[in-house]
C-alpha cells in the first residue's frame, strides 16, 4: 500500500503525452478518460471486449522524470486471467479496465486500442517510376541429372540461370537447397527463380516456383520517421502501389524528439537495444499486416527499402546512437547497405528478402534526406528551391543546377500536434482547418473526417461519432496565422486580452491569456483553447525551421529563393500562406510555394523498383554539401530574429501584397500595460 502522506501516482500515456496524477487504485481505464486518453471500451469495464489493452513499461525514463516498476499496476486479476485463458492476451498487455495504478507509471496505449486511429498522412505519390528492380523473376529448364555426368541439382540450375542472363554469384543457403530438389522435379525440371542483384553486383537466389510463375514479386518501401512510420506494398513489375498503411513509432514512449531517445540510450542501460527492438517489431508488424489485409504471402515480399534520419538509422540496425548525440556527430557509417531482413528478425518477408537502406548525407542529415533529393531532384532545377521536409526533426535542401546544400533542424514534436494543450495526432475528430473572422473574432473550423465547416449545417450530425477531440498540426498552425491575421495575436506572439481585442474568447490565464477556439463541454466534449505556451511552441519550432532555412542561403550567399517545396506528412497539409504568416518559410509569392507530398516515400520507392536511382542517389550525396547548423555563430541570431511573426528584420513583401496583418501590441503582464 502506498503512504497516504505520499503524492497520488503519476500516470503518463503515450503516444498521447498525455499525464497527470489520480489517487491509487484507479483503474487504467478511469484514469485514461479523466486526463483525455484515447482508448475504446465497449463493455462498460467487465473485461469482456478487451478494447482497453494497454502496454505497461517498466524502466527508468528520465525524460518524464519517473522510474517505472512491474508493481506499478496491481496484479492479474481472475478476469484477465479468464480473458488470457479463453482468447489470449499478447505478452506485456494488461486490460485497462482491470490493471489498477499503485505507483508512477508509463502506459503506451497500442494503435488498437485508440478509438480515433492515427491518420497516417504519408501517402502514395502516383507519379510514374521506371522500372528497373534489384529482384527478378526468371523462368528456366534445368537439365536432368546424368550418371554419366554427375552434377549436383544447383550447379545445373545456376547454369541455366546464368544461361538466361541472371547469373547467381552467392552461394544457396541450406533450407534454399532443402527446397530445391522438391521444386525441380515437381514440374518436370521447368523452374521460376527470383534473383536478386545488388549495386556491387553481387547475385543471390532468393526463391524458387515449380513451373511458371506469372504472379509478380512485391516489396516494401519504409519511411521510418521519428513519429510515424508509413509502409507502401509496391508491385516489383510496374511500380503499382497495391496498399500503404501506417503505425506511430513506437519508440515515441521513449522519447518524443531525436535528442531525448539518444539520452535515453545514454543513461539507460540496454536502452538502445530496447528502442532496437521495438522499431523491428513494429515494422515487422506492418509489413505483416499489409500482405495479410492486400492478400500477399510473405513469401512474395522479397524487397524492403527504408528511409530515416540517422538516429533512427543506427537504432534500426541497431547501432547505438550515443555519438550522434554530442559533436562531432560521427556515422557508424554514411554508406547505402544491402541487408538481409532476415538477419534483422523482420518479420512479413520472404526468408531469403533483401533490404536496401538509402545512403546518409551527415550526422544528422539522413537517407530521408537523401530519398527527398532522389524524388525532387534539385540539382536539376533552374532556379534556386528550397525543399523543406517538415517534421519532428526537418531536413532542408537548397539548390539548383550549380550545386545543392542541406542541413537539418531540430524543430521537435509541437508541429505533430505535441507538447500543444490541446493538441492531438491526426486522427478522426481533431481540428486540422481553422478561419478567424477579422471583424467579429469568430472562429470556424474543420475536423479530420468531415468535410463541413463548424458553422454549416449538418456538422454536428457529421461529427456525431467522433466529436470534436482536439488540435493536430495542421490545425494548431492555421490557429495561430488566424490569430494573428485577426488581431488577436501580436507580432512578438503575444496573446491580448478581451479588453485589447474586443472578444470575450480571449481569456485570462494565470499572467497570461487564451483564446478558445471551441467549448464542447455541453455535449460532454473537451474545452479547446490555443494558450500562450501553445503560442510558445510553435514559435521555438518554427525559428528553428526558419533558422536552417536562413544557414543555407547565407552558404549559398543570397537573401532570397525562387520557390520552396513543403516536403512530409505535414508539409503537404500546410496552408502556405499561414506558413508564411507565422514566418515558418522564407518570403515567396504564395503561389511559388507547393507541396511535395511524402517525397521521402516516393523516394523510397524510387529506390525500391529502379537500381540505377540506388547508384544515382549513391552518388548524389556525396555532392551534396552539408551545413551544421550546432556550430554554425549566426544560427541563434537568425533563431531570435525568427520568434517574431512572421520575422522581427527580414521583409515579407510578397506576404504583404497577400494578406494585411494587423499593428498590434499587448506588452501585456496579467492583463495591465508593463512599466519600462
Known sequence: MPDASSPDPLVIFTPSGKRGRVPAGTTVLAAARALGVDLDSVCGGRGICSKCQVAPQTGSFPKHGITATDSALSPWNAVEARYAEKRGLQPGRRLGCQACIEADTLIDVPPESQLHRQVIRKSADARPIEM?????LAYVEVAEPDMDEPTGDWQRLAAALAAAGHPVTE??????????????????????????TDGAGRSRLIDLWPGLRTEPLKGIAFDLGSTTIAAHLTDLSDGRVIASAGVMNPQIRFGEDLMSRVSYAMMTPGGA??????????????????????????????????????????????IDPVELGQAPFALASDAALDLSTAELGLAGFNPAARLYTLPLIAGHVGADAAAVALSEAPETSD??????????NAEILLGDRSGVLACSSPTGPAFEGAQISSGQRAAPGAIERVEIDPATKEPRFRVIGSDLWSDAPGFAASVAQTGVTGICGSGIIEALAEMRIAGLLDASGLIGSAEQTGTARCEPQGRTHQYLLHDGTPEGGPRLTVTQGDVRAIQLAKSALYAGARLLMDARGVTRVDRVVLAGAFGAHISPKHAMVLGMIPDVALDRVTSAGNAAGTGARIALVNCGARTRIEAGVRRIHKIETATQPRFQEHFVNASALPHATDPFPNLAAAVTLPEVGFNTEGGRRRRR
Open 132 to 136: 528497373d528492380p534489384a529482384t527478378r
Open 171 to 196: 552461394a544457396p543457403a541450406p533450407a534454399q537447397l532443402a527446397r530445391l530438389q522438391p521444386a525441380l522435379r515437381k514440374a518436370g525440371w521447368r523452374v521460376t527463380a527470383a534473383v536478386h
Open 273 to 318: 537495444e530496447e528502442m532496437t527492438a521495438a522499431v523491428r517489431a513494429a515494422i515487422g508488424d506492418l509489413a505483416t499486416a499489409l500482405g495479410r489485409d492486400a492478400g500477399v504471402e510473405p513469401r512474395e515480399i522479397t524487397e524492403a527499402v527504408v528511409v530515416c534520419n540517422p538516429v533512427m538509422h543506427h537504432l534500426f540496425l541497431g
Open 383 to 392: 532556379d534556386l528551391v528550397l525543399i523543406v521536409d517538415v517534421g519532428t
